[in-house]
């Protein structure tokens, strides 16, 4: 979502990231990775647990996928950093709309998910509709 930051803004997106950290973790990896929009740390995973993410099953924690597009990152010079928080926590996008309707859910088939911007950028076109 960094490398189209300004296209969602473009569409009006307020882009929000949640990380498990508390509010110093959470700080030096937006810090740490350039994240162009606001960071919220929930240490206790409230947020999580009121948008329904729960923890992954082994297979979505350390699967074939997890370990082979965790590889071809370390190859390109990405390296994971320290897990912060509970490495069970599986993630998810939810567009929420002004009124606070959740439009559009994606929730991670693994760790190693990451949809791409394009999906995320029509559901807001759709959205916004």
Do not use: S
Request: hydrophobic share 40%; aromatic share 12%; with cysteine.
């Amino acid at each position: 979502m960094r490398r189209d930051a300004e296209r969602f803004q473009e569409r009006g997106a307020e882009v929000v990231l949640i990380g498990q950290g508390g509010v110093e973790q959470t700080r030096a990896f937006c810090q740490d990775c350039a994240v162009p929009f606001p960071c919220l740390a929930d240490p206790e995973r409230k947020a999580y647990a009121a948008y329904g993410l729960g923890a992954g099953t082994p297979a979505q924690i350390f699967g074939w996928r997890v370990w082979w597009r965790g590889f071809h990152a370390i190859r390109r010079g990405y390296a994971a950093g320290k897990p912060i928080g509970d490495v069970r926590q599986m993630p998810g996008i939810f567009i929420v709309d002004r009124t606070g309707i959740i439009r559009f859910i994606y929730r991670y088939r693994d760790i190693a998910d990451n949809p791409p911007n394009e999906l995320l950028l029509e559901q807001l076109a759709r959205v916004k509709g």
